[in-house]
């Protein structure tokens, strides 16, 4: 009997495509509990919640004429065990061992012949447990495992196992338009523009802010107009030039995660400056990387490093949706500011006009349009787009509570975003928690072989910026100090 299978969405077929011959798409998360996990315990949650998601029951299958194109495809006999493995970590039984052991796992490619993701429970971790979450990211971006992280965790020790009943997802895996669905495998150009276009639309208008959701059909369409514009501006510029994230890569991967900083500092830094959350933790990434170029021979004055960042257009309805739905913008970071606080200000006009871009709306379209054909042509306009960035950097707010699994509080929730294709050498990732923010990267051991550096050097560059911050009065109460108070508080600096 064959199993029923679902032609995937065009925008998730072109991340099920985008994996470079090192550069995998995948995502791992991780998460870190001071008290040991209980292995049986582990297993029945993600039985019981995670394989409630179609897409952790369903594996990836290429069919279809004239050109075969990714489906979901049921697997009958599905099997928990092939995806939770239980291991033990090597001695010392530390944070290095740990970090051996995460690179060694993001390094690994997941089996195609099995649903795309994989779990680790990892026993004596300096006294408590690690648990490792890998996926490929054709299931689902940030912002939907979000989503996962909502089912698969606890806000209470106690929580029972099952829980109350959700309404089941809307099966949007199949697009009326997608090669494989019902009609032509082939479109008119035209056509397969206008439809794209047609749901990026509808996403943007419901939910990318007020610039980019305008009140007709007309004004929508010349915002895609002006992305697509924009995007070709960004396509004609100069590729990024060399540089430690630039070269041949192995499929051999290193990953590290900085210390938690507190928000409360990060706003403390952003109010000298009128500058958000966002734009400090940008700053001192760039700090960071302005300082390990410089170790790394690299004469940072007027040197260009830009990045690839995600921008969310999701507009979900289901707590129990995946799925991958959010455009692209290219930042150019401000290595070559050598102050640290006029590098904030950089930054945050640079994200500022970032904000206002239809950009991402652009490449979501393009997302969606080669999402329809054959890898070979994904290939080039990957190779393209990447060629003008050095790097992935992804923000995702998460829970302010603390959670649990399986009844045991979890002390940190990390994750690393992949670097896909065959231009960008790391990958940077930013994930709050409890009050407090995480930077973690990964990147290619032959080009990065050391990126604790990296995060060693973004908590400097956070105690640097807040100590320089503190010898300011924030924006708001500089404006409304009086005449007299601006020349007392003068004196008193001297």
């Not at 009943?165 to 495998?185: K, L």
Request: glycine share 8%; hydrophobic share 45%; net charge neutral.
């Amino acid at each position: 009997m064959v199993s029923r299978t679902t032609p995937m969405l065009p925008v998730d077929a072109a991340w099920y495509h985008i994996d470079g011959p090192a550069n995998l798409a995948m995502v791992t998360g991780i998460l870190l509990t001071r008290e040991p996990l209980d292995f049986a315990r582990v297993r029945d949650v993600l039985l019981h919640r995670l394989a409630r998601f179609d897409r952790f029951r369903r594996r990836v299958v290429e069919t279809g004429l004239p050109i075969p194109t990714p489906h979901w495809q049921e697997v009958e006999a599905f099997d928990i065990d092939q995806h939770v493995h239980h291991i033990g970590l090597p001695a010392p039984h530390d944070q290095r061992a740990l970090l051996a052991l995460v690179s060694d796992l993001a390094s690994t490619p997941l089996d195609r012949d099995l649903p795309l993701w994989q779990a680790h429970v990892v026993d004596d971790v300096e006294g408590g447990s690690a648990f490792v979450l890998r996926f490929h990211h054709c299931m689902g971006d940030g912002t939907a495992m979000m989503a996962v992280v909502g089912e698969l965790f606890d806000t209470e020790p106690g929580a029972p196992l099952e829980r109350e009943a959700r309404p089941a997802a809307p099966d949007t895996s199949a697009a009326p338009d997608a090669p494989g669905a019902s009609g032509s495998a082939f479109l008119p150009a035209f056509e397969t523009v206008e439809r794209s276009a047609r749901a990026v639309l509808s996403t943007i208008s419901g939910g990318a802010g007020a610039l980019l959701h305008p009140g007709t059909a007309l004004e929508k369409a010349g915002l895609v107009a002006d992305g697509v514009a924009m995007l070709v501006n960004e396509l004609l510029k100069a590729p990024d030039p060399k540089s430690p994230l630039k070269g041949e890569f192995g499929l051999q991967k290193r990953v590290a995660w900085s210390e938690p900083v507190p928000l409360d500092d990060i706003r403390r830094i952003g109010a000298c400056a009128g500058a958000k959350v966002n734009d400090v933790l940008v700053a001192a990434l760039t700090g960071a990387l302005r300082t390990y170029f410089g170790a790394r021979g690299v004469e940072t004055a007027g040197h260009t490093l830009r990045a690839i960042v995600p921008v969310d257009l999701h507009q979900r309805t289901s707590a129990l949706e995946l799925g991958n739905d959010f455009g692209l913008v290219i930042l150019e970071l401000a290595i070559d500011v050598e102050d640290p606080l006029e590098r904030l200000q950089t930054t945050k006009a640079r994200m500022d006009a970032l904000k206002r871009s239809p950009e991402a709306a652009a490449i979501r379209v393009l997302f969606d349009i080669v999402g329809r054909g054959p890898k070979i042509v994904e290939d080039l306009a990957v190779d393209l787009f990447g060629s003008k960035a050095s790097l992935v950097l992804t923000n995702v707010a998460g829970p302010r509570e603390a959670l649990y699994l399986a009844g045991v509080p979890i002390e940190r929730l990390m994750f690393f975003v992949p670097h896909p294709g065959r231009q960008l050498g790391m990958g940077v990732s930013i994930l709050s928690y409890r009050g407090a923010v995480s930077l973690m990267v990964a990147a290619d051991a032959h080009l990065v072989p050391d990126p604790e550096r990296v995060t060693a050097e973004f908590t400097r560059e956070v105690r640097a910026m807040l100590t320089r911050a503190a010898r300011r009065r924030p924006a708001s109460r500089r404006r409304g100090t009086s005449r007299k108070g601006r020349a007392t508080a003068g004196r008193s600096q001297t």
